[in-house]
């Protein structure tokens, strides 16, 4: 660990487009790390022990020293109160600021997307409801049947107009089948993949019918599906290091990418790709460890293969 002015970071921090954040906390202890996800109810945060969540309830502010993630604060504020325009405006000055940074242009690209989307659709949920409310009472049925029965509908919908089936699984909702030629096949998605974000919204802790709903509501509009998947990378006792497996790392805004693969190595056979995000090494988080020790994860592991954990992004339609 290196000490350099303010803050206690790995010496990978030491970069001149990477800053420290600090979140205060209502009994006015402070802490020093990156804020790598933001949640409705807690925040990510990246520290020198590791990744760790943070209850929203017990912050009383989050402090950003990169000017950047301030416009980008200011965006998502105005996005939670539904003034779209202005969000688009402080994501694109983010942007603008820190070409690099990936998230501003993703929350740009997922705030377009809803205002174009939400202008052809309408208030969709509220005519969801009545129209549940109206059917009951038309039908004579208890409410909670009919909402049963329009998830059902949901998920038949979801299979035939995408070509899939989701499972929750923990904190998140996976991918249980993925059919051949359709809409999530050709965008690249398999089974197993974890739905981590659309258009930048989270979707960790969502059950499934809540992310069905964001994968089909509204129609009419393109939308940027963000998931992570598991690349089982075999190798040699004697071949365990990055070079040999074929696969070259480089320090982005958002944690470690990866910057170039081999062909024919063992990375391309095991599905990495370039640009990619990587996350965990044999489930441990590295998205912000040392280059250093993400090789020692590797030339310490005992098993003949290697789980390389990354996120990437599809772009899909709602039909």
Known sequence: MILKKWCLLPSLF???????????????????GLVVEEHSDRIIFSTERGEIPILRKGVSNIRYDDPAQNF??????????????EA????????????????????AVGVRNRFWAS??????????????????????LPIEELIKKGEVEQQKILRTNLGVVLEKK????????????????LAGLKKNDRLISIDSQSL?????????????????????LEFERNCFLHKEPAKADLKQLGVKLRLG??????????????????????????????????????LQKVVQLIQGSTDDRIVFTVRRAALLARK
């Open 88 to 107: 688009l405006a402080f994501y694109e000055k983010a942007a603008e600021v820190n070409p690099n940074f990936e998230e501003a242009q993703k929350a």
């Open 14 to 32: 030491l970069c001149t487009n990477l800053f420290a954040d600090t979140v205060i906390l209502k009994n006015g202890k402070e802490i020093k």
């Open 170 to 185: 923990g904190d998140w909702v996976h991918l249980e089948i993925v059919e051949l030629r359709k809409e999530a096949a």
């Open 253 to 290: 805004h958002e944690g470690l990418v990866i910057d170039s693969v081999k062909q024919g190595s063992a990375a391309e056979k095991a599905g990495l790709k370039e640009n990619d995000l990587l996350v965990r090494i044999n489930e441990e988080t590295t998205r912000y460890t040392p």
């Open 204 to 224: 960790r802790y969502l059950g499934v019918e809540a992310v069905a709903k964001h994968l089909m509501l509204p129609r009419l509009s393109h939308y940027l």
């Open 72 to 85: 980008m604060r200011v965006g998502k504020a105005y996005e939670e109160d539904g003034k779209l325009g």
């Open 119 to 140: 202008s052809m659709e309408g208030p969709r949920n509220e005519m969801e409801k009545q129209q549940v409310i109206y059917d009951s009472w038309g039908k004579g």
